[in-house]
């Protein structure tokens, strides 16, 4: 009796420690998940890949932090909120996660316009899930956008299981894509941030090299 009462309290308190509350906030013991009834239907063929526990947690629920098995499912299922890939463009050029938004550096601070509504989940990655992301992830919380969190490991545990991932591909009409290195005709030189295409004309928004952004370019004002 006194050793179950332990345990219960060492758990307790690990859960409040590790800020992992909203993990386990809807599980009972031995019970399962209490929102789910009746026998669910699923493909197994879908479910991510874990290798050693690694990347199954943080779980959905998690604060701060999305794990890149939920994440990935998520993908799969068609509903992973908004992603924002904050690496530099040159970055991306093998590839980034599906439907994510190049948004590189702190750009987004000043691109607020290019955000959901506040209570649609945001996820952020940078290179390795370092500091970048972090920071940015807080910084969103902090106005407003409450389920913002960065992906843990970041791209490179994202590649490094297989998960899937989005070439750069050119827009229609176009000849550049994403991270290609491109020179403006006025001599600036920078990496390609967006492609699309607008009408039967391709159009681009280039990171320069000084940290200013260009947009719209035409096809006929790069050279690369």
Avoid: C
């Amino acid at each position: 009796m006194i050793r179950d009462r332990l345990k219960k309290a060492a758990k307790q308190a690990a859960l409040k420690f590790f800020k992992m509350e909203w993990d386990a906030e809807e599980l009972a013991p031995n019970d399962g998940n209490t929102k789910l009834s009746g026998p669910q239907t699923f493909d197994p063929g879908l479910i991510p890949r874990v290798v050693d526990g690694s990347g199954d947690t943080p779980g959905p629920k998690h604060r701060e932090r999305i794990g890149r098995t939920w994440l990935a499912s998520q993908v799969i299922s068609g509903v992973p909120g908004v992603i924002i890939d904050l690496r530099h463009p040159k970055e991306v050029v093998s590839g980034l996660l599906p439907q994510a938004l190049l948004v590189p550096g702190e750009q987004l601070k000043h691109r607020t316009d290019l955000l959901p509504a506040k209570d649609i989940r945001i996820t952020l990655y940078d290179q390795t899930g370092g500091e970048a992301a972090e920071a940015m992830a807080t910084w969103l919380r902090g106005e407003g956008w409450a389920i913002a969190r960065s992906l843990q490991g970041g791209y490179a545990e994202w590649i490094e299981h297989d998960e899937p991932i989005a070439p750069p591909q050119p827009p229609a009409g176009g000849r550049y894509h994403l991270g290609n290195p491109v020179e403006l005709l006025t001599g600036e030189r920078g990496f390609v941030q967006l492609a699309w295409s607008e009408g039967s004309s391709a159009r681009y928004a280039v990171l320069l090299d000084d940290g200013t952004v260009r947009n719209p370019v035409a096809e006929a004002e790069l050279r690369g």
